[in-house]
RNA sequence: GGCGGGGUAGCUCAGAUGGUUAGAGCGUUGGAUUCAUAACCCAAAGGUCGGCAGUUCGAUUCUGCUCCCCGCUACCA
């Protein structure tokens, strides 16, 4: 670290096609608001940049759906963002967006010099277009019948009903999203940028990081292993940064090609030393993102600026793992979340609670679970009983005793200088953590400051001495002050809002990282201003509360999910004619080799043993199949799956909860027998 | 099935390049105390470090196999 003369920290770039949780807080805007924290009380040089993410499919989407235009959706979504942010004291220098004409032209210029340079490789592929709107669908675009469970409204990428991930050209009956057309297949042009080229350098920069987290290492490894492909780095679209090329209309720049650079564009508009925060040799980079951005921020971005030249690598890239709520993953469909727009209606001026919570039980090895009963313990049992208690205690104590007046510090004891020695390891610990990004660990050495004072306040007794000997009980309040002066500046990266309310009630100007360690911090003699109660007890209702919300949800989520399907189109007699349904036995039943949902049936259909492969591993146990007889469908055209062809399927009734049963005559009847 | 991550005290999680009594916070129990938001302070109990084998003088830490959870990925006609 020392070997760097500033530091250039990014937070992920969100996404703003909605509010914010607490999953994105505990997943990187937190720690890198902690590091940046610490930077700066070290008075480092070091700027923190981020910003909202605002182009790409999902947003164009939503613009449609809630009849606005795009931009409209980002604006909204970015002030919402930013309003968020600022509230929970995350300190950015600067909070950009993606659809600043500034970034535009930084993304343009970087894409130029990669093309004018021939980094690119040009394609033509065919992708769907829509005739009526006169442009390419892109994947989400394009709707139709999941091939897998024939649901209609399944998207281009993946079908939402049964969770296959889908190719457009699977759907059945493929329409446009845009106008209801049906798309055809036209060629196109775009620009790829080939990784694979770049596999040795990116591997070799990976192998000089060894310290790296070893969540993030695995899965960029991962796919070193099955090797990199050339990826398109340009998209059919009409909104994002456009191609700065002639003739390329209706295409830009692919979202995570133009998002990384947004870092440094929004540099550029934070500083006109822009280039130095990321081209100087000794400029650190740190990323601080989700884990579900190790790939873009490890390989795809390095491999860009290797192609681009100039730029430095990041030096880290600590990724945290994803935040569970009561359990359960985090869903912003299934509106299972704490949001932070809401924590803030409904805890008002408890920024610092929720951020101490959730750094205490921070996801920074594997996925981490916040539950309220946890929030309350936290908060009740640590920011209460322990740092509020002690700022109390001390500050009552000179209330009382020295009419708000810090005494004289006169000769310590033993306990003094056992004091003195058992804070003076605590600096150096607490740099190490928070130099490697433990800021849990981090959190519990700052809080160590309180728990000395509460210990150091048992034994030095200053109510009991200040009837016989006053000048003594005033040492040990001043040192009791000085304390927590010094958990002030501890704490200030974790709880920056409670942490300045001390300083202001002990009438500090400044404070720096140095000053740790220091038993001189506030004079004799300085008038003090009790701030109250630092923390208040959150009481069991209170929590209660917040649970009874999430259930409620899930309650009502699991209501609109058992609503019966909607009806299909109607059809003619012949179409249902068409289909050939038998009933036959199941002979035999055995698990597909390498397959988890597979199960390869023989079925006896009166004239011969069949074979017929269904997914429904996760359902049946083969040994429980075997004798049963069964409906299935035995007109269909054959298919091959995993080198075997199936021939024919088994109709299954699905129930509320996704539970799959088998469809069975009510008496046995002779295998082959039709079903009409 | 493949790849990656993880399975350590009641809970949330650390840790060990293999070595004497495996840690923290919370929770629990007992004690002390009353300046303090029934808070604080002291102490104790609590773990065959997912299972089985192997390497080793010695493994919870290394290797192999196996079970379970999470993520990505192929398969659901």
Known sequence: MSDFSRTTVTAA??????????????????????????????????????????HGVPITIKAAKEGKTPQQ??????????????????????????SDPVHHQVSQEFFLKLYNEGKFIEEVTEQFYDEEAKQFLADRYITGDCPSCKQPGAYGDQCEKCGTTLSPTELLNPKSALSGSKPVLKPTKNWFLPLDQWQPELEKYINSHPEWKSNVTGQVKSWLQEGLKPRAMTRDLNWGV?????????????????????????????????????????????????????????????????????YQLADQVPANEFMNLEGDKISTSRNWAVWLHEYLVDFPGKQDVLRYALTASSPETKDADFTWADFQTKNNSELVAILGNFVNRAFVLIDKNFGSVVPPKGEGTGLEVDLMAAVSDIPAKLAVALENYKFRDALV????????????????????????DSAKAGTVLNYAVQLVAQASIALEPFIPFSAQKLRSALGM?????????????????????????????????????????????KTQMELATKAVPALKETIAFDDFAKMDIRIGEIVAAEKMEKS????????????VTRTILSGIAEHFAPEDLVGKQVTFLANLAPRKMMGIESEGMILMAEDSDGSLALVQPNKQIWNGGTVN
């Open 445 to 468: 050495l700052a809080m160590e400051i309180a728990r000395l004072g509460n210990k150091y306040l048992a034994e030095a007794e200053p109510w009991k001495i200040m009837k016989e």
């Open 242 to 310: 456009p191609i700065p090329l002639p003739d390329t209309e209706g295409k830009v720049l692919y979202v995570w090609f133009d998002a990384p650079i947004g870092y440094v564009s929004m540099t550029k508009q934070l500083t006109p030393e822009w280039e130095t925060y990321w081209k100087a040799k000794d400029s650190r980079i740190v990323h601080f993102i989700g884990k579900d951005n190790i790939v873009f921020h490890c390989l795809i971005f390095p491999a860009m600026c290797m192609a681009h030249g100039g």
């Open 596 to 607: 988890k949902k597979l199960l390869k049936l023989q079925v006896n259909d009166g004239f």
């Open 73 to 98: 959706v980002v604006d909204y979504y970015y002030k919402e963002i930013k309003d968020s942010f600022e509230k929970f004291g995350i300190s950015f220098d600067i909070y950009g967006r993606t």
């Open 509 to 553: 100007a400044s404070f720096e990282w140095s000053s740790l360690g220091d038993f001189e911090l506030i004079s004799a003699g300085t008038v003090l201003q009790n701030p109250g109660l630092l923390f208040e007890k959150i009481e069991d209702e209170e929590v209660q509360k917040q649970v009874d919300k999430l259930t409620q949800t």
């Open 13 to 54: 770039l969100i996404y703003a096609n909605g509010p914010i949780h607490i999953g994105h807080l505990a997943g990187c805007y937190l720690p890198a608001d902690i590091y940046v924290r610490y930077l700066r009380l070290q008075k480092k040089d070091v700027i923190f940049v981020s910003g909202t993410d605002e």
